[in-house]
């Protein structure tokens, strides 16, 4: 028994094979090191990314807003029609012989008001 642990030793194919068995754990670690070093880095793109697209929407929104109200005040400031149509809705008043129809969406009504308490 003793012989054969020293010939196992001596023998060059067994040290071949450690060699080749370290080598492969030793990328294995050198990977999963790497991987581990830029996680982080990964994680903080992911939420820039994310936080990037949220403030696209809102910059479209925004614009969207800047272009109604451009033209708002383009017509305010170039059409009379329009202004005498806003000023007619704003105080409720009509031409004689005009028929209003209103369509006012239920987020625009008021809310009923409850009746007070008696005591």
């Known amino acids: 028994m003793r012989s054969s642990q020293v ?25 999963a ?15 820039m990314s994310r936080v990037l697209d949220e403030q696209k929407k809102e910059l479209a ?11 708002e005040v383009y017509l305010l400031g170039n059409d009379k029609e329009y202004i005498e149509t806003i000023a007619r809705d704003k105080l ?9 129809y209103r369509l006012d969406s239920a987020k625009g009504q008021p ?3 409850p009746a007070p308490a008696r005591k």
């Open 61 to 71: 929104a925004q614009e969207l807003l800047r272009k109604q109200r451009d033209r």
């Open 33 to 47: 090191g790497v991987a581990l070093w830029f996680y982080p880095e990964l994680m903080r793109r992911n939420e």
């Open 111 to 113: 809310k009923p008001q």
């Open 7 to 31: 010939h196992r030793r001596k023998d060059p194919a067994f040290w071949n094979a450690i060699n080749r068995v370290l080598f492969v754990l030793l990328v294995i670690v050198g990977v």
């Open 92 to 100: 409720d008043l009509m031409k004689e012989g005009e028929t209003i």
